[in-house]
């Protein structure tokens, strides 16, 4: 209990549902050594990225919070069609090995507080196709949890020491901590980023929820923030006797480093580096889709929230700590402007902007593009089926200067 999952995570270079592109070239034919024991790091013959900047030994093989673990058992299997998805696939490669898994964990060494930045240090090296299984820390200060009545033994180390060390220089202008980034072998600018979210755990039986946001007056002046018990068992929260809500974990911030000439930006603001989206959609069994635009994508994931609205009014949903399983793939065969998603149920089209009759507009027209694409709709016909079916929704309002605007279109209008 506590954890939500979706199947098994699919094959290396599986084509997704959302896109009926040709299959993407195999990144790595390595092959898993014999006799390859569980949770040890298998760093002896793999390949080199090429040396950054004042780039460290990678985290996965020098021990700095991060180890390669291999599912027994593991089975590849070639991903369904689901209804709604193209089937116009081309076969896929064999693969030689299973994906590997590599242990993430969130300490002052393997954390990115506040910014996405191409020339990141990446704390882990993985190939194409492989899985991490991510630490991420809630936002908050153990002093400001103190404050709102949690007990200090109920407060996580990692995070005390996150925020006792990383400090000063080490903190961008963002308030997020992000653990990452996670450089993916083969990743190159102009390709898009596969992350299928395969599991969420919950890492502690709290969260807490603030008070500012688009309506701050409503908000009592000197009360801290509110702390709400998360039920793991039945996957609820009581927010108040009689309110009762239920939990549908995911990642507020999943990304990748923005072009270089951006620089070190904060984690605030969502853009086309995807990053602070706040979409609670992507829940276990979604993949978003990013596009790249520095080498090895370097993709950081924190903001964990448990239950969400849609525009997350005050600033905050619930906020707590999570461990997740995600399939991290680069895929050369597809070509995106802004982050897209895909549900077991729905297409998503995202944008942002600082107008938020901007950012609707793109997301509408990224929809739209979608269908014209992959659907083989004329334009004319795409804008008529995203007025009759489609959803737009405001994905959030407070991340400033952006806002977010989301499209959901059914997968079932499609037989």
Not at 309 to 336: C, P, Y
Request: one cysteine or more.
């Amino acid at each position: 209990m506590g954890c939500v999952r979706s199947g098994e995570p699919h094959a290396r270079g599986a084509g997704p549902r959302w896109l009926g592109a040709a299959a993407p070239r195999r990144t790595s034919g390595r092959r898993s050594p014999a006799g390859e024991r569980h949770g040890t790091s298998n760093c002896r013959g793999r390949r080199q990225s090429p040396p950054r900047p004042g780039a460290q030994p990678r985290a996965g093989c020098s021990g700095h919070g991060a180890q390669v673990l291999r599912r027994p058992g593991t089975q590849l299997s070639r991903a369904r069609s689901s209804r709604g998805a193209s089937h116009e696939r081309k076969s896929q490669p064999r693969l030689r090995h299973p994906p590997q898994t590599h242990r993430l964990e969130a300490t002052p060494a393997t954390v990115a507080y506040g910014y996405y930045w191409s020339q990141a240090t990446p704390v882990l090296h993985i190939d194409s196709g492989d899985i991490i299984d991510v630490d991420t820390l809630l936002t908050n200060s153990p002093a400001g949890l103190e404050r709102a009545g949690v007990a200090p033994e109920r407060i996580q180390s990692s995070l005390k020491a996150v925020e006792s060390e990383v400090t000063g220089e080490r903190r961008g202008p963002g308030g997020h901590i992000l653990t990452g980034p996670v450089y993916v072998e083969g990743a190159e600018p102009g390709d898009v980023l596969e992350v299928k979210i395969l599991a969420i755990d919950l890492a502690i039986d709290y969260g807490y929820n603030g008070c500012s946001g688009v309506l701050p007056q409503n908000c009592e002046p000197g009360v801290p923030v509110r702390i709400i018990a998360l039920d793991k068992r039945t996957m609820t929260a009581e927010f108040l006797p009689g309110i009762v809500i239920p939990l549908k974990p995911f990642f507020g911030s999943m990304g990748v480093a923005p072009a270089p000439e951006l620089g070190r930006v904060s984690s605030n603001p969502p853009g086309r580096h995807a990053g602070n989206l706040d979409n609670r959609e992507l829940i276990v069994g979604s993949t978003l889709y990013i596009p790249v635009f520095a080498r090895g994508a370097l993709f950081e994931i924190g903001d964990r929230h448990v239950a969400q609205g849609d525009g997350e009014v005050d600033q905050t949903a619930i906020e707590t700590s999570l461990r997740g399983h995600l399939q991290l793939t680069v895929r050369k065969d597809m070509k995106l402007s802004w982050p897209r998603a895909e549900t077991p149920t729905d297409f998503i089209s995202m944008a942002t902007d600082p107008d938020l009759a901007t950012a609707t507009r793109t997301a509408i027209q990224e929809m739209i593009d979608f269908l014209v694409r992959e659907r083989k709709l004329t334009r004319h016909q795409a804008y008529q089926l995203v007025s009759i079916a489609g959803n737009v929704a405001i994905t959030q309002l407070v991340d400033k200067p952006n806002v977010g605007v989301h499209v959901r279109l059914p997968k079932s209008i499609f037989r």
